[in-house]
């Protein structure tokens, strides 16, 4: 499997902008589709965005479109999640996933150990 590590997680206001990294290693980053997921206190975790291999097709949750932009670095290893007009309800635990294919959801099979992201006044 491959090992996923988040970061960039923090406290900001309602209205700002936050960007997460994910830096993989372990196997070939460029193999896998990425995904974020995230998990609010009392709540399940659910999808919020993935990205295909070669970075051609992003998908997102409904509630995030045209706030968030997943892009990915495969020289990097590296996948992010650009977060812009942050909400209180985006408050959560944001986790960085890896997979053969971006959909459905449950094809995600690796997981890093999450980033908190708290938004509040």
């Known amino acids: 499997q491959v090992q996923l590590v988040e970061s960039g997680g923090g406290l900001v206001q309602p209205g700002g902008s936050l960007r997460l990294s994910c830096a993989a290693s372990?196997?070939?980053?460029?193999?896998?589709?990425m995904g974020w997921f995230r998990q609010a206190p009392g709540k399940e975790r659910e999808f919020v965005s993935a990205i295909t291999r070669g970075a051609t097709t992003t998908y997102y949750a409904d509630f995030v479109k045209g706030r968030f932009t997943i892009s990915r670095d495969n020289a990097k290893n590296t996948v992010y999640l650009q977060m812009n007009n942050l909400k209180p309800e985006d408050t959560a635990v944001y986790y960085c996933a890896a997979g053969k294919v971006p959909v459905p959801p449950s094809s995600f099979d690796s997981w890093g150990q999450g980033t908190q992201v708290t938004v509040s006044s």
């Open positions: 372990g196997r070939t980053f460029s193999n896998y589709a």
